[in-house]
């Protein structure tokens, strides 16, 4: 609970550089008088200033600064909750903004409107509209609740039972799950993504597979072939070595035919030179008739003996020649017989020869397909890391099953914390409470009607003889009593949750003109009954009331500026 213990202030609208102070927690009730203007109104205006940095009126802070002195507003108040003593100074021209706790200067955060809300917040825990419901009941710019709209009634009451704590934390989780959400969906396109690169990796190693297995299958169809082309070539060469068996004699036949040949010719010659001998003597007996040497005759017996000798000898070398020459003949078509043979084996050589060269070209070309083919077994390379993509894959996977868990305890938390939720199973426990206390307060004040708020913050007033008031229809005086009931019961309400409860309360010009002799009555015995509290009660109708009240405090003007009377 807030106990206000006093505020003091100058150059505060009608107050001047003399300071103005009021003690707050001396009195039971206090009476405020004075003339129109007098500057009772203020000191209202003043608390709440310095608590909230504006008025209660629809003032801007400039107007706030006394109009004659223009500079040096200073507005202070002190005040207590459990046992801590705070004081909080505000000025305007200069602007000052400083709390102090038991002595000691709060450090204030970079911003001011940071140290409102700590303010507010942390050391109050009332704001502006919930002060406005629980502590003034005016004339000026008072807004009553029965006027305001459901939802700012929502507001009120939230903060009064110390719920709308649970507004804040809705508005918290909305916007964490905005985030997560957001997450969630970064997280889902970084998975469709992670997909896809994988599928693509898939498919081109699919096809790098295809293409190796083709050249693979390429290089075994030419190994095949170029094995076959060297077996073709090893029969052949076996073929044609097997083929120049036949010729194996040749050379040994060829010498000798030769040979013989040779002796032949040598023979023939012989008994051809043997045979122009024979010629030359035939040729000499028949010219000669002497010998040219001794020049003894010739006879022709003796040539005739000697010519039939010379016909034999030359028969028997035609004979020879004859024979010879068939003999050479012979052998030379054995030669010629058997040079066919040796160009034959030459040939079979010389194809042996060429594919012997050949062999070797196909064995290296063999050798290479069988290296190119241990090269292309290899497994292709993928075209990205798949292991690190499976990995980061893995790593979004756990990362959406957080965010989801989270999704899913946030939508839980908001279906608690929205207004249907834990929210109005409290409203709904407080309301019977609260009703009861309104209907007291009524009853008390004389005036006997049935109202009721109901989960929407929607009133039903009935009366004895009439359902269905609507409070616009009421007289001023009356609607003053529902008013007043109002406030009473948000104070007790507070005070009950130990929230926004506070010790002043004032009544500014409430009753003067709406309550008759009876209401005053009662309203005053009310007044007297409330405990823990100090009633200011700000009337220009002294006469009637200026013996019931424990204190009176006169405010007047004087050249312009406002003051207590003393
Ligand atoms: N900035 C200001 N400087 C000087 N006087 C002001 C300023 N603002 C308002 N006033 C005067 O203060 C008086 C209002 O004081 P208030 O406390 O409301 O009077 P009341 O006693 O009727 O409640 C009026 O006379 C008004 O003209
Ligand atoms: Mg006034």
Redesign the pocket.
């Known amino acids: 609970m807030i106990t206000f213990v006093k505020v003091r202030y100058k150059n505060f609208?009608?107050s001047g550089d003399a300071p103005i102070e009021l003690e707050l927690n001396r009195h039971a009730s206090t009476l405020i008088v004075?003339?129109?203007?007098?500057?009772?109104?203020?000191?209202t205006?003043a608390i709440c200033f310095a608590l909230f940095g504006r008025a209660l009126?629809n003032?801007n802070k400039p107007?706030?600064?006394?109009?004659?002195n223009k500079r040096d507003t200073m507005v202070e108040l002190w005040f207590t909750i459990d046992q801590t003593k705070y004081h909080i100074c505000r000025g305007i021209k200069p602007n000052v903004f400083e709390i102090y706790v038991d002595g000691v200067v709060l450090p204030a955060p970079a911003s001011l409107a940071d140290y409102q809300t700590l303010l507010e917040s942390t050391i109050l825990k009332i704001n502006y509209k919930s002060f406005m419901q629980i502590v003034v009941l005016g004339s000026?710019s008072f807004v009553p609740f029965m006027r305001l709209s459901p939802a700012a009634r929502r507001e009120i009451i939230e903060d009064l039972l110390d719920i709308e704590i649970f507004s804040s934390m809705s508005g918290l989780a909305k916007e964490e799950l905005s985030e997560v959400k957001a997450t969630g969906d970064q997280l889902t396109v970084q998975r469709v993504m992670l997909d896809e690169q994988l599928r693509m990796a898939d498919t081109f190693t699919t096809q790098l597979e295809g293409e190796r297995d083709t050249k693979l299958a390429t290089l075994h169809a030419a190994a095949a072939a170029t094995q076959a082309q060297i077996d073709t070539l090893r029969a052949q060469q076996a073929g044609w070595t097997t083929d120049r068996d036949v010729y194996a004699e040749v050379p040994a036949q060829h010498r000798a035919a030769s040979a013989k040949h040779a002796g032949y010719a040598t023979t023939h010659r012989a008994i051809a030179a043997r045979e122009k001998k024979l010629e030359k003597e035939r040729v000499f007996y028949t010219t000669h008739d002497a010998c040219p040497t001794c020049e003894q005759s010739i006879t022709v017996t003796f040539k005739q003996a000697r010519f039939l000798v010379l016909s034999d000898k030359e028969a028997a070398a035609q004979t020879a020649l004859t024979q010879c020459q068939t003999l050479m003949d012979k052998y030379a078509g054995a030669l010629a017989a058997l040079q066919g043979s040796l160009d034959a084996d030459e040939a079979l050589q010389r194809q042996i020869a060429l594919v012997s060269g050949q062999v070797p070209i196909h064995t290296r070309r063999l050798r290479e397909l069988e290296e190119e083919r241990q090269v292309t077994l290899a497994p292709p390379a993928p075209p990205v890391d798949v292991v690190s993509i499976r990995a980061q894959q893995q790593g979004v996977l756990e990362q959406h099953k957080v965010v989801s868990a989270r999704r899913s305890v946030l939508d839980t938390a908001m279906a608690l914390l929205k207004d249907s939720g834990i929210k109005a199973r409290v409203i709904k426990h407080y309301l019977p409470i609260i009703n009861k206390q309104i209907n007291h307060y009524l009853t008390v004040m004389d005036f006997p009607i049935h109202f009721t708020l109901d989960e929407e913050f929607k009133e039903t007033i009935q009366s004895r003889h009439r359902d269905d008031f609507s409070y616009e229809s009421f007289s001023e005086g009356e609607k003053k009593r529902i008013d007043l009931a109002l406030l009473l019961t948000w104070r007790a309400v507070a005070r009950m949750k130990n929230s926004a409860s506070c010790n002043v309360l004032v009544l500014?010009?409430v009753f003067d003109s709406s309550l008759d002799v009876n209401g005053t009555e009662e309203f005053l015995k009310i007044i007297h009954a409330l405990e823990h509290a100090n009633v200011f009660v700000?009337s220009h109708k002294t006469d009637s009331l200026i013996d019931k009240f424990h204190h009176v405090i006169t405010?007047e003007?004087q050249r312009?500026f406002?003051s207590i009377k003393v």
Not at 34 to 43: E, Q, V
Request: charged content about 25%; proline content about 0%; hydrophobic content about 40%.
């Open positions: 609208l009608a004075g003339k129109n203007g007098a500057g009772k109104s203020t000191m205006e009126r003032i107007a706030l600064v006394n109009s004659i000026a500014d010009e700000i405010f003007k312009g406002s």
